[in-house]
């Protein structure tokens, strides 16, 4: 059957009418403007995952599956063999649970006299001054409870965002720190972060997250994923009764 011309413009105008006033705005992100998920993994969960320049951290870097105190391994799940006597939750899964096999940065603490740097990166400005961004981080905590026979003594992190003269752009932390993972459901990363507005005439910014100095004795360790920014704004959803 033909519609005719008219018709059909009447047609089409009712539905956009319909689903605008059917659509949701709820607050979101747009894609990321800069992004750290520390790469892609395989399906062999033994694999070993690219080293950071030294010039990104403070911890150096283990090939081991379980690495040492002060150091820090590349992969996309914590050995399925335990590690430390089982000290380690059997965490299986970085934060990305759309990305199969995604990589995250595990790392082996311990007590540290001065802050450290566990992630840092120079980011070329390529972001619009004036627009409202959201810097983040996804942190979990990898000790068992019952690994701490005296009490925990768990991290507490400092994130922030400076101008490549040193100046704040913003920071944030953790507290009052990154308490043991809960394995209901699964075990899940928390994601940390602070919305702030893109100053004019930056062209470099330095990403920093740090550990705050502590006499760290147990339930200390900890993995990070997902470090980036991105873009703050409505996310339109159109439903249909």
Not at 5 to 20: D, E, G, N, T
Not at 204 to 231: G, N, P
Request: net charge negative; charged share 15%; aromatic share 12%.
């Amino acid at each position: 059957m033909c519609i005719p011309v008219a018709l059909k413009k009447i047609i089409i105008l009712s539905l956009l009418i319909f689903v605008l006033h059917n659509a949701n705005a709820q607050p979101g992100f747009g894609a990321p403007a800069y992004i750290q998920n520390f790469g892609k993994g395989s399906l062999d969960p033994s694999l070993i995952g690219t080293p950071l320049p030294s010039s990104k951290t403070e911890y150096s870097f283990s090939s081991s599956l379980c690495p040492p105190e002060g150091s820090y391994t590349i992969a996309r799940r914590i050995n399925v063999d335990g590690c430390f006597a089982d000290e380690w939750i059997p965490l299986s899964k970085d934060n990305t649970s759309i990305s199969e096999f995604g990589m995250m940065m595990i790392v082996n603490s311990g007590t540290i006299l001065t802050n450290k740097v566990v992630y840092q990166d120079t980011v070329v400005n390529n972001m619009c001054p004036g627009t409202v961004y959201n810097f983040s981080v996804a942190i979990i905590n990898i000790d068992r409870p019952s690994s701490c026979l005296f009490g925990p003594d768990f991290p507490v992190f400092e994130y922030r965002l400076e101008d490549d003269a040193g100046n704040i752009i913003g920071k944030d932390t953790t507290r009052p720190y990154v308490g043991y993972a809960i394995p209901n459901f699964d075990y899940k990363f928390t994601k940390y972060g602070f919305d702030f507005t893109m100053p004019s005439g930056i062209n470099r910014m330095v990403v920093r997250l740090t550990l705050l100095r502590r006499t760290y004795s147990c339930a200390e360790d900890f993995a990070i994923d997902d470090i980036k920014i991105a873009t703050v704004g409505p996310v339109v959803t159109s439903f249909f009764n």
